[in-house]
């Protein structure tokens, strides 16, 4: 009876213990939008803008607060087909328009569904962006590289 | 003291005796032990106990086994359970529920030397599982990894039927007969999964029968079973 009491605790720790066998590491998930800023009059060379203000269209909270970079990392709104973000340099504000379908991809257990951005638009009023390319994108993949490049 | 130390010594003096031996050959009575202990032949016909306990503790699962073996050979028998589980696996981003049932086909070989006409079993076994289930997605979560914009659950319940899958088990248990013809069986498993049909753009992650698929396709069972023999014949 001991032994068989010993044995059941032995199979429910071994029930038990393998409760979790793997964790999400695929970081992130849903790819974020990657902007790199380029000097308009040389096209190759990255130019920090300075004082940059990042915000979504009605939020109150910014992403980027006075800060001199030249790449910033955005993610897009994954339950709406467009997402309206203002960049603010320097106190004057240039709205920049990004639309798409979004899908839900299933990736594993731990790590659920990730959203992809699929047909991608990208629009600017241009108030200091002089340029920017590309205009559409079939999709956001990965993160290795800057998906768009803005010319100020 | 020396008294005590040369009492000690003596505890290390041994002395081989041997005053019953005597030849195999001059031997009187040479008969041989004419006597053999004979035991049960038959259909032997149970119920898996520990699914019912465990559901009783977890309100995500259900289920029901039965168990039958017959004995073939001394020390083989065919064996079979089938069954039904349902089970809601809730992970972190997604929660589904997995019902179905499940059929598993093998053989056991008892490696457990009985004294008399005892008959219990320490044995190592095979198994052929084979399930046809559903699996419904009963809501997600998408991963978007950040707080900045809401992520929405979505709570429409999505349905794939028509689910297999094919896998082959490892069994090591024992079994102790507590009655006349009356068993107790305790046994564990692993499993490897051969092959599964996944649902679209989602992955099958419990088949009933099989338990919780894991990354690699393997996956554990357990099984506490009280199980009646019915006698055909003794030999």
Request: charged fraction near 20%; hydrophobic fraction near 35%.
């Amino acid at each position: 009876m001991r032994k068989i009491i010993l044995l059941l605790s032995f199979f429910l720790l071994i029930n038990t213990s393998c409760e979790k066998d793997d964790f999400c590491i695929k970081n992130p998930i849903t790819q974020s939008l990657i902007i790199n800023f380029y000097d308009d009059s040389s096209k190759e060379t990255l130019k920090n803008v300075k004082n940059l203000y990042v915000w979504a269209e009605g939020k109150t909270d910014s992403l980027y607060i006075n800060q001199t970079i030249n790449t910033i990392t955005l993610p897009l709104n994954s339950i709406a087909t467009e997402t309206i973000y203002n960049f603010s340099k320097e106190n004057v504000v240039n709205q920049f328009k990004i639309t798409y379908t979004p899908e839900d991809e299933y990736v594993s257990r731990s790590c659920g569904f990730k959203v992809i951005f699929n047909d991608v638009t990208f629009s600017s009023d241009n108030t200091w962006i002089i340029d920017f390319t590309p205009e559409t994108l079939t999709t956001i993949e990965n993160q290795d590289e800057a998906h768009v490049q803005i010319y100020h | 003291m020396y008294k005590y130390i040369i009492s000690i010594c003596f505890l290390f003096v041994f002395v081989n005796g041997f005053s019953q031996e005597q030849k195999i050959d001059t031997l009187i009575n040479s008969k041989t032990d004419s006597i053999i202990y004979k035991t049960n032949y038959g259909l032997r016909l149970g119920i898996d106990i520990s699914k019912p306990i465990l559901a009783q503790f977890n309100g995500t699962y259900s289920g029901f086994e039965i168990v039958g073996d017959y004995r073939i050979k001394k020390n083989l028998y065919i064996a079979a359970e089938a069954g039904y589980e349902e089970e809601t696996t809730a992970e972190d981003y997604t929660n589904s529920t997995s019902k179905g049932n499940y059929i598993r086909l093998g053989f056991n070989y008892n490696a457990y030397q009985n004294w008399l006409d005892m008959n219990n079993e320490i044995f190592i076994g095979y198994r052929y599982g084979f399930s046809l289930f559903e699996q419904t997605l009963n809501s997600y979560t998408s991963n978007v990894n950040t707080s900045y914009f809401p992520a929405i659950t979505n709570t429409t319940p999505l349905t794939t039927m028509d689910l297999a899958a094919h896998w082959s088990e490892l069994v090591f248990g024992f079994r102790a007969e507590t009655f006349k013809n009356f068993f107790i069986t305790l046994s564990g498993s692993y499993k490897v999964m051969m092959q599964v049909k996944q649902p679209e753009n989602f992955k099958t992650l419990y088949s009933p029968g099989f338990n919780r698929i894991f990354e690699t396709g393997t996956g554990f069972g357990f099984n506490y079973t009280l199980t009646y023999l019915i006698p055909f014949k003794k030999k």
